[in-house]
């Protein structure tokens, strides 16, 4: 049995593997901003529920699970949570009363002003850090992926997409 | 009160949020893997460090908690239940005995055989759905910009970094 580090005869994967890269890079950047998060005493799904309140005041849960990247069951402890805080309120909607809808509190909408600029100035530095080619191309072409990544992947072969 | 959802007069925030697109992508990326990870009764992380042993059998813990993504002291207890299962063995280093080294076994090495090729196929396949230019710009720009994170981002304005 060897007992020393070895460099195998393939060539390297993970350094050049798609998923790896996509996921150093989202826990990278967001370790930046999620520590602005921490500091205002919020958890990072908490502060992704109040940013799609931001775009979306009276969201129902299903779209804000999805867009805070969180299962639904979860969300509904999250959301139970903010609202003793004092951040959001539950509402049933008025049309139909088995649909919940989430609004931010005038607290909520508070933190959201605060952190809704920040965000954007992070990102803002994070893109100046790039070259302009790749400032100006990397959230169209994450874009592009998310919008393949909503079909599920063909079992083979590469589809009819061309540029 | 208002009790009916609301556009706010802003525009859109988390839609165009470098750090949303980056997280729903890699989340939706990995989703589809992942799925071939679990049929073969690995959790994501224990997957990781297999991969990140191909490229470097006998790494230090250290090592691979940076390229798994996760924290050191979560590795050291997934590396633990992935050695009574038989897939990898720890061993002092013989030139600095508190230094521990990971390897394979041949049975992670069997692991390893099948799953790094699922894995670069199923890139593969996510690429080919992308436009030829995405397609062969995704993973340099991804790369591009782990590399600005590996530096803490400036507290104001840009760096000279030009195109």
Chains 1, 2 share one sequence.
């Not at 502060?47 to 299962?71: K, N, P, Q, Y």
Request: charge should be negative.
């Amino acid at each position: 049995m060897t007992s020393t580090p070895l460099e195998t005869d393939e060539p390297e994967f993970v350094a050049d593997y798609l998923l790896y890269l996509l996921a150093a890079a989202s826990e990278g950047a967001s370790a930046q901003f999620h520590a602005t998060v921490r500091s205002h005493d919020l958890r990072v799904p908490e502060w992704r529920v109040l940013a799609c309140l931001h775009d979306r005041d009276g969201a129902m849960i299903t779209h804000l699970a999805r867009l805070a990247l969180v299962e639904q069951s979860r969300l509904t402890r999250i959301i139970a949570h903010m609202e003793t805080r004092g951040v959001l309120r539950r509402q049933n909607d008025p049309d139909d009363g088995r649909r919940v809808r989430v609004f931010l509190t005038p607290e909520g909408q508070n933190l959201v002003d605060l952190l809704v600029p920040l965000a954007r100035a992070h990102e803002k530095r994070l893109l100046a850090q790039l070259s302009n080619t790749d400032a100006t191309n990397l959230k169209p072409m994450l874009k592009a992926l998310l919008k393949t990544l909503e079909d599920p992947v063909a079992p083979t072969g590469k589809t009819s997409n061309t540029d």
